[in-house]
C-alpha cells in the first residue's frame, strides 16, 4: 500500500494506474476506521481494481465548539487497517495540503443540506460536499462508495454528483452495526458503558418505525410517535430530531408513500449519534 500526503504525489502515483487502464474506486474518510468503513472499502475492492482510501479531518464541516479538535485521530491504526483490506493508496494530506488559504469558492448543498443534520449543524453540508468535490477532482475515481449510516450526507453527495456531472458513479452501503444494533460510528468510543447501552435507543426507536411500517402504518405522525415513546421510555436522551421522510428528497410529508427513510440524532452525555433504517 503507498501512503500519500501530497496532491502532486498523489498525481503521480496514480498516473500509471489510469494509463494501464484500471478503475478506481475511492472510500473518503476522516480516519479512526472500523468496521463499518472497512466495508466500503470492500465494497470498493468489489467495483473496482484499485482502492484509494482518503483520511482527512475536513475542519469546514464541523461548526465553532463542535468535536473538531478532540476528533479521535489514529493513522498508525488506520494503515495496519487499510492495508490488512488490500487498499492499494492511504491519501493522507493534512490542513495545508487541502485549504492553503481558506477557500473563498465552496460548494453550497441547497435546501436539502439545512434541514434535519443541516438545521442542527448549519453550514455542515457544505463543508463536507466541499471537501468531497475537492477529494472526487484529486483523486479522479470511477466509483466512489459512501455509508447509509450518513443517509442524508450520501443523498446529497448523490445529488452533487449528478448536478456537476461529476464522471463517477455513487455506491450507498449498508450501515454496519455491532451485534446489539448500535451502528459502529468513530465518535462511538467517546461513550462510557453506560451511555453505550442508554444510546442503543436510538437503533431501537427507529427499528420500531420500521416495524410499525412492516406492519402497513403509513401516516408519518404515527410511525414517529412509535419510535418517539421508545426515546423517551429508558434513561434520557436528548432528541436532536426523530422524523420519517421521503428518501430521495428527505422531505417530510403527512402520508409515507414513496421510498422513505426513518432517521434520527440523539445527544447521550457530550456524544452525537445519527442513525436511519430504510422503510420500503
Ligand atoms: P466518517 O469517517 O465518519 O466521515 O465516515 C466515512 C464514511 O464511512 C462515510 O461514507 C460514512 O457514511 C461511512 N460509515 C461510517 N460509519 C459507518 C457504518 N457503521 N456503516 C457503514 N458505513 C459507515
Redesign the pocket.
Known amino acids: 500500500m503507498e501512503i500519500v500526503t501530497t496532491i502532486e504525489a498523489y498525481r503521480e502515483a496514480v498516473a500509471k494506474w489510469r494509463g494501464a487502464g484500471n478503475k478506481i474506486g475511492f472510500?473518503?474518510?476522516?480516519?479512526?476506521?472500523?468496521?463499518?468503513?472497512l466495508?466500503?472499502i470492500d465494497e470498493a475492492r468489489r467495483l473496482s481494481r484499485r482502492v484509494v482510501v482518503s483520511i482527512f479531518v475536513n475542519p469546514l464541516q464541523f461548526a465553532p465548539g463542535e468535536d473538531y479538535e478532540r476528533y479521535p485521530r489514529d493513522l498508525p491504526a488506520d494503515t495496519a487497517l487499510a492495508e490488512s483490506r488490500e487498499v492499494a493508496l492511504l491519501f493522507a494530506p493534512d490542513e495545508s495540503e487541502m485549504y492553503p488559504q481558506a477557500p473563498r469558492v465552496t460548494v453550497r448543498a441547497g435546501p436539502t443540506g439545512e434541514e434535519w443534520e443541516g438545521q442542527v449543524r448549519p453550514g455542515h453540508f457544505d463543508g463536507v460536499l466541499t471537501i468531497v468535490a475537492k477529494l472526487f477532482n484529486i483523486v479522479q475515481p470511477d466509483v466512489a462508495?459512501?455509508?447509509?449510516?450518513?443517509l442524508q450526507?450520501?443523498m446529497l453527495v448523490s445529488s452533487m454528483v449528478r448536478n456537476l456531472n461529476f464522471p463517477l458513479q455513487v455506491v450507498i452501503?449498508?450501515?454496519?452495526?455491532d451485534p446489539d444494533g448500535l451502528?459502529?460510528?468513530?465518535r462511538n468510543r467517546y461513550l462510557s458503558s453506560e451511555d453505550r447501552a442508554t444510546a442503543l435507543a436510538l437503533p431501537r426507536a427507529l427499528e420500531a418505525i420500521y416495524d410499525k411500517y412492516e406492519d402497513g402504518e403509513r401516516d408519518v405522525s404515527a410511525l414517529e410517535s412509535v419510535g418517539r415513546s421508545v426515546l423517551t421510555a429508558g434513561p434520557r436522551v436528548l432528541i436532536d430530531y426523530l422524523a420519517v421522510v421521503e428518501r430521495e428528497s428527505f422531505r417530510r410529508r403527512d402520508e409515507l408513500r414513496a421510498p422513505g427513510a426513518a432517521i434520527g440524532a440523539v445527544r447521550v452525555g457530550g456524544t452525537r449519534l445519527i442513525d436511519n433504517v430504510l422503510l420500503g
Open positions: 472510500v473518503p474518510t476522516m480516519g479512526a476506521l472500523h468496521e463499518g468503513h466495508a466500503l462508495v459512501f455509508g447509509q449510516k450518513d450526507q450520501a452501503a449498508p450501515t454496519v452495526r451502528a459502529l460510528s468513530s
